[in-house]
Every structure is written in structure tokens, then in C-alpha cells.
């Protein structure tokens, strides 16, 4: 066998090797100091890390002495990365989903079935067109919150019920014998992981996050900027 192809290829091996020791190292340290590493993974920026924690990204340089907290920013399409990495983690599986057309546009919130300004935020998105709205049940008012999100949840149909009880305030269903709320608990956890203190809270593709009601006009104003 050639030599050079041999002395290539053990070189190729020590680089991989000094990755993992490197990716190992970095994790070893940031679950010691600061949390259970979700995913790591090779940063945009050379000798970094991208780290996600807690449902947060973070940044850590190759021996996981220092961390970096913040937005990356790519100057040259002016994207926030860090924002749309965190987006496009969240775990939508989740999440009650409706499609409204194509479904182009994509809308992630977090919601109280008691909170007001939810329900005229679901009135409001009525008049968008094409939408894929992922609705995280964010429960925070109170018990009462908690159990018609269990009503919800258990829905055969979780987004018809979900957008009549929302939008004409529909009877909710009876909840059935049996159903698991594993799901809806791992959906109020993530909303205490993202720290999101008051509903309805939005998310878009771009990363951008909007704590509050906005009016449809505004919503779709983004999806526009982004060529949606």
C-alpha cells in the first residue's frame, strides 16, 4: 500500500481523534459548571462550539474554559443564527399544529387556554392565509388553565378543539378515561426552560421572539420581511 496514502490517512485519524477528545472535553465541562448538555455540535466560528443547555444556545472555546452567551450574528446576510438554531430545536412534536393554505408562513406560540389576549391572538391569525401554526399549551393562570389543557390535549382532534375553544369558545370535550399528559407536561417544562413569563408568547422562523399580542397585520409584516 502506498505510503503516502497510509501516512494520510493516520494523519486524518489523529484529527478526528483530537474532534471527539475536543467535543468531550467541552461537554465534560459546561455539564460541571453550567447544565445537561443537549447537543453539541462544530460552531459556524472556528474553535468554537455550539452548545445547547437548558433550552439555550451558548458558545465554548475548544477546552471548555470559557462560555460565550449571546447572538451570532452572519454579517453578510445580517441572520441571526443563534435565534434560528434555537427555533429550529424546538421540539414540535409537542405542539398543537394547524394548517391554514400552503402553510408557508410558520408560527410558533405558547399559550393559556384562559388567557385573553391568546384568544384574540386566534381570532386574529384567522385572516392569514398560509399558516403552520405550532401551539405549545403553556398553562400558567392557574388549576383551572391546567385542566382544560388536558382536555385539549386528549382531543382527537387537538387543533379543531384547541381553535373553536379559542376563537368561539366552544365547549371543551370531556376528558376520556385514559390519556397520557406526558406531553403536555414536557410542553409547560419548555416554556419554563425558553423563561417565558406571560402569554401568548411568539416565535418565528427568523428566531425573532415576541413576548405579547400583536395584531395579524404585524405578524404578517414579518413573514414579508422574510420573503415569506
Do not use: H
Amino acid at each position: 500500500m502506498n505510503k503516502k496514502f497510509i501516512a494520510a490517512t493516520a494523519l486524518l485519524a489523529s484529527f478526528s481523534i483530537a474532534a471527539l477528545a475536543g467535543e468531550a472535553e467541552v461537554k465534560k465541562a459546561i455539564e460541571a459548571n453550567v447544565g445537561k448538555v443537549e447537543k453539541i455540535s462544530k460552531a459556524p466560528i472556528a474553535g468554537l462550539w455550539e452548545v445547547a443547555v437548558d433550552g439555550q444556545i451558548f458558545y465554548a472555546d475548544d477546552k471548555g474554559n470559557y462560555l460565550l452567551a449571546g447572538n451570532l450574528i452572519e454579517l453578510k446576510t445580517g441572520k441571526n443564527l443563534t435565534a434560528e438554531r434555537q427555533f429550529n430545536a424546538l421540539p414540535l412534536e409537542l405542539a398543537v399544529k394547524q394548517v391554514r393554505g400552503n402553510g408557508k408562513n410558520v408560527l410558533v406560540t405558547f399559550e393559556d387556554p384562559n388567557c385573553g389576549y391568546c384568544k384574540k391572538l386566534a381570532k386574529e391569525l384567522q385572516s392569514i392565509k398560509n399558516l403552520t401554526l405550532y401551539t405549545f399549551l403553556y398553562p400558567v393562570l392557574g388549576e383551572d388553565s391546567i385542566e382544560k389543557s388536558k382536555m385539549i390535549w386528549c382531543a382527537q382532534d387537538k387543533g379543531r378543539v384547541w381553535n373553536d375553544w379559542m376563537s368561539s369558545g366552544k365547549t371543551l370535550p370531556a376528558m376520556p378515561a385514559k390519556c397520557d399528559t406526558a406531553g403536555l407536561e414536557k410542553s409547560t417544562e419548555l416554556g419554563r426552560k425558553l423563561r417565558i413569563n406571560g402569554t401568548p408568547a411568539m416565535f418565528f422562523a427568523t428566531g425573532e421572539r415576541v413576548g405579547g399580542y400583536i395584531p395579524a397585520a404585524e405578524i404578517e409584516k414579518r413573514f414579508n420581511a422574510k420573503g415569506g
